[in-house]
């Protein structure tokens, strides 16, 4: 077995996951918008930027963790929503759950999760839920209600989806393929045949609002890149703003979130918290995202690779990304994520913290 703190475990990672994966699932899983061009870009977008480590500080103890919307995360990363979790492993989302409680990592689960809301709440792992809105509002309130009556932490509210971005597997599409039970198991049977079920296209700063009021839960808005949106989801009373892309699989062309992220924590600046995902897949991007303004970071493909081993394959990848993280807290002179606020070498006026 690698040592699970060796970056090779998690370089292999992708590699090794795909030869576990029927071809309409691995297709499904690695899938990108368009041309593929952002989804291309994410991962080697962090490693453009750079970093201006501290020396002379004791970094013999160090503490990753961070508070998250007012709860203790051990971690400053998290899962990203990702549906069809139990067509990667029968255990699905309760294994990302179970590892993820274990190694005190939040989840965020999708709405499309094919495991209920009260058995991923069963394992104790503190969790979100990610939802779209339908153009009939009205229609989410069941799914709501379940969330909150099985103890979400928050909502997570997908804007980067009025519509799903076309896409043309080279074998059969997953969905065709999927077994129903591996999806949308906290929808009201029949949700889809309802009119005005579809994703909303009218979404607005109002629907973020109307969530937080709805459930009575802090809400955070997934898939901003830009600053002046961000402002517009902090003053709707947005508790959080999720830099992403949707791991590029949307408007492709979009420019990579490790770009995105300093102009949106500027934006918000702590009136909210800021958070990001997309191409994060070691220790040094955790730094690095931290650095560039990030309070936390998630990861949505590795999980699914690493999930091929059920919650042992979920629990491996934790334990790699804190070698990792902790490794580069200590060589940059951090001792806790509010340490690495300085880190990165920006020209000043784009510095996201003063100096
Ligand atoms: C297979 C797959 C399914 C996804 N499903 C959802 C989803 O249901 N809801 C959502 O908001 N984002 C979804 N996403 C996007 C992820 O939450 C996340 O933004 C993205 O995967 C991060 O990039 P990364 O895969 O490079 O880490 C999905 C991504 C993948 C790869």
Known sequence: MDDPGSSSWLTGLAARAA??????LREYVEHAAGAGVTAGEA?????E?????????????VDPSVELLGRSARVPWGVAPTSLQRAVHPDGEVATARASAAAGAVMVVSSNAGSTFDDIAATGVTWWLQVYLPSDRTLAG??????VAAGAAAVVLTVDTPVVAAWHPSEALIWDVADPGWTRVNFDPGYEDQPGSEKA??????DIDWLRERTGLPVVVKGVLRGDDA?????????????STHGGRQLDRSLSTAVALPEVRRAVGDEAEVYVDGGV????????????????VFVGRPVLHALVDGEAGVARLHAALLVETVEAMRL??????????????MAPDERPHPL
């Open 19 to 24: 030869g576990s994966m029927s071809t309409p």
């Open 43 to 47: 991962a080697a977008a962090w490693g």
């Open 49 to 61: 930027l750079r970093l201006r480590p501290h020396v002379l500080r004791d970094v013999t103890d």
């Open 142 to 147: 069941p799914l709501l209600d379940r969330a």
């Open 201 to 206: 296209l009218d979404l607005g700063p109002h």
């Open 231 to 243: 402002r517009r989801c902090v003053q709707a009373g947005a508790a959080g703003v999720w830099v």
């Open 281 to 296: 897949r070691c220790g040094l991007d955790v730094l690095t995202a931290l650095a560039a303004g990030a309070d936390a």
């Open 332 to 345: 940059a002179g951090c001792r806790t994520p509010a340490d690495t606020r300085d880190l990165l070498a």
